[in-house]
């Protein structure tokens, strides 16, 4: 027999018009804007151009097959969404709730980086909506009384899921595919007419057009397939215990169940734990649901791995100035998720990050470069030791985690307060250091032509051409976030959590303090010093401009930002960070100086005024304001965000209950006899 | 109901010893400053007893607790776990040797889960490092889920609630729950002497009843030797084979619980404050 592990029912059979509705509206929308609002058709155009006629198409074969790989990922994606989605649906949420999330989430950010047509300002200015949004969200449910649904307690109930329901369940996957991937292709049939009546239209993109109505449905239909499987993989199907029914007994059947359930747990991720509950289906956030992640994380990979591609189709020309700017964001999220590990997981604060970051820089410039040879006679170019940066990559890191470690030794005995300080003022030393240590490191000048990495078949690498370092932030990070994971899933991680929580108690449970936050100061280090070291390559100077003492606090923002501990908050928040303050605020008087711009305005009344003055300030504010509407930072993990909303539900002090010496009741027990 | 029971402590480990102390404390003194909170306090804790520790507030009974388990070193004197001194280890390394847990003042991981506070309580059982954790071995996940399963059975000693409740957070719990999570805790260690730091203070009547009963089975099913500090005098009374009462730091009293009952001292030092008390109300 199987048993779904839920509280909430699938919607009645009678609602489901309503749901395919609520659902094909609120997943069109955002497709077709991006498909003919901004530049979703072209990518197809060229695609299918470049198969009927090659003269025609402007771009080489390599950029049309991965632009093709990603088109279908993206469509394929949002069909078996909708899929999933309708069949996940519990309907609790209303549809103009639904509408308006979509709304907020995904056609005001399309929206915003169409009219910007740059992905980093949309984004930052997203970063200004949403809060907006919360807050009037706040305000209004504030003044309707309206309380949110109460959030489903995990795994509490259980109810048969039976045989019908399932296919139920599959039957609207089915139907949801079907009907979103035809109504997709008669909007597309419908503009594609417009198209072909009002301007010049290839005519023999015709050809392509009813191939295109005729295939979708077909294609939906499968794809529903798939979202039906995501969803049915989400009904937590359990069997029942075989030798439990003996007595009949209904409590002692559901404990069973339930525990055998959790032995299966997988998922050994602790703060994954409460997070269960948005995994079942029928869910009253499908969106939201860890199912429909998975189409996300789809359709993110193929963006970010196909990006240098698309780039010029999605925003035209400039495409190395901004992949290099990417290539810049990649090692703040390096140093963020590292980072995270000392301050979000193992709770020790830490405003020297910058030193290990110029430890690994300087470890690569010093022997990746002619320093070297000018110092030591050894003689070390690309040309004799090509391969010389990989080593050194883990080289450089294991430098800096040797670093962490002699500072850690004696300082993390400290607690608290103490350890900040000690580590600021190893963060003030080591860039100075550097700097005085100009026999070797040419102080202020910065050793200059560090030699940049080498990889069979890439024969470029220079600033210029910044694709193979784009592709190289991406491996390191993706290396990166693994390690991560594991390590908070780890016994080390769990035993950071607990030192985090009450150092005494976890002494107390045999955790032995200063090993394992040496573990996490090590750990930060490596990090660090792989940042550091791509750092040097990609910029081919270390010069110590590079590593100011302020960076630490720039490093700290960008993890209580994102959301201490939660490691996709603290990449949304490096990303957010360096978009902000070093992208859009650094480039605000170049964007002021273009007189269509409304900033242009300001500078007309107070010509003297330079935005480069104030960004600090304006950084700052921002800052303030984000700590004082979301304290937990933009996407929490889910031990943040209940310590945060819990805080004020602590319980009664301990004793108050006790008889104390002296008082009539004490006197009563011990006058017993 | 069927409880899953657990075997803690092997019984080669506890028993047959040259000496008959488990632990021992010698002469052991602790002084902050001018303050002497601890003096000369000698006690030997056998194999398999229960033993409490009582006395006024402030008599010093958690400082004694603070040294056996090393948050505090000693000023003078020795701690001895099976003939073997504890003085200069850190509390970890105290828990590798055999002594573990709980506080007056419940100090579970708060945001963490149930399961997650006895899995920590585990930590110095499990072996994987950072590379078998790293690649996730099939050795450090087949470890992983042993120690989750251990913990569900820690958690069943207790009855069924906590093992259902295991995926919550630690703070939704109960007063008393939470007490029984933070001893499943302390088990977890595998200890050979458990430390209970008042494990009946904010419970009602039937809370304490219970409370009283899962003592006695930690020592009968689990073979734990058990040293607790109390202050309902109705429970030390009612579990321990011996009792030592401490007053200003000094152990005034040691002996089977009727004879510490009829101890001159020791209803002095309750019923003399007492009497002071009331002198104090009627004047």
Known sequence: MLISVNSRNLMPDRDERVLLLKWIVALLVPVVAFTFVWSGEEIVNQVFLSIFSPDANSYDTLTIIQATIFIVLFYASVIALAGYAIAADSGRQSILGLWLDVLVFVLVPLLLIVWTSNLLIGLTLCAIVWPVYFYVRKLVRKALHYTPHPPPVPLKDLKVFDAQQQTALMRRAVVGGFWFATAFAVVSLIADIIFFLTGPFPTMLLIWVILRTILLPIVGYFLGHLGSAMALRRTLTAKTNGNGNGDGRNGTKKVSSRVSRRRQLQSLSSSRAQEESKDLVPNDLPLRSNGAQRFYLTILVAFVLFYPVLDPILFGPGTAGRLSGYGDAGYYIILALGLNIVVGFAGLLDLGYVAFFAIGAYAWGLIGSTQFTALTNIPVNPQIWPWLFWPMLAGAALI?????????????????????????????????????????????????????????GIANWSSFTPVPYYYLILALIALLIFVNIRLRDSRLGRAWVAIREDEIAASSSGINLVNTKLFAFGAG??????????????????????????????????????????????????FAVYALNLFVLAQLDAIASDPSNFLHGILQIFPSFTFGDIRNLIFGIILVIVMIFRPEGLIPSARRRRELHHAETETVEVGALDPLPGSGEFEAVVRVE | MSINRVRLVDESGSVGLASDALLELN??????????????????????????????????????????????????????????????????????????????????????????????????????????????????????????????????????????????????????????????????????????????????????????????????????????????????????????????????????????????????????????TDQEVSG
């Open chain 1, 400 to 456: 800096a985690v040797f670093w962490g470690v002699v500072l850690g030794v004696p300082t993390l005995r400290l607690r608290g307060d103490y350890l900040a300080i000690v580590t600021l003022g190893f963060g003030e030393i080591i860039p100075i250091f550097f700097l005085e240590l100009d026999k070797y490191t040419n102080g202020t000048n910065g050793i200059p032509g560090v030699y940049s990495p080498a990889f069979p």
């Open chain 1, 525 to 574: 280090a490596f990090f660090a010093g792989i940042a550091g070291a791509y750092h040097a390559a990609k910029l081919g100077v270390v010069s110590p401009d590079n590593f100011s003492p302020q960076d630490s606090t720039i490093y700290l923002a960008m993890v209580v930002i994102g959301g201490l501990g939660s490691i996709p908050g603290v990449i949304v928040g490096a």
């Open chain 2, 27 to 276: 002469a052991v003194t602790k002084r902050f400053g001018g303050l002497t909170a601890v003096q000369d306090v000698n006690l030997v804790v056998r194999p398999q007893e229960i033993v409490s520790v009582i006395g006024p507030n402030g008599a010093g009974k958690t400082t004694v607790f603070n040294l056996i388990t090393g948050i505090y070193r000693p000023t003078s004197g020795d701690i001895r776990l099976e003939g073997r001194s504890l003085v200069k280890l850190n509390p970890d390394k105290i828990v590798i040797r055999g002594i573990t847990r709980t506080f007056q003042n419940i100090r579970l991981f708060n945001n963490m889960t149930v399961l997650e506070n006895v899995l920590v309580g585990q930590h110095t059982q499990l072996k994987s490092g950072i590379l078998g954790s790293l690649f996730r071995t099939p050795r450090v996940l087949h470890e992983e889920m042993k120690a989750r399963q251990k913990a569900i059975e820690l958690l069943a000693f207790f009855g069924p609630t906590l093992v259902e409740r295991q995926q919550e957070y630690v703070v939704n719990l109960s007063y008393a729950d939470r007490r029984r999570v933070e001893i499943a805790r302390a088990l977890a260690a595998k200890p050979k002497v458990l430390l209970l730091d008042e494990p009946t203070a904010g419970m009602n009547e039937a809370e304490t009843l219970e409370a009283v009963k899962y003592v006695r089975r930690l020592r009968d099913e689990l073979q734990l030797t058990i040293l607790l500090i109390e202050h309902k005098l109705a429970v030390t009374m009612g579990i321990s084979d011996r009792i030592a009462v401490l007053d200003y730091g000094c152990k005034i009293a040691e002996g089977l619980p009727e004879e510490v009952r009829r101890d001159e001292r020791v209803i002095a030092a309750y019923l003399g404050k007492a009497a002071k």
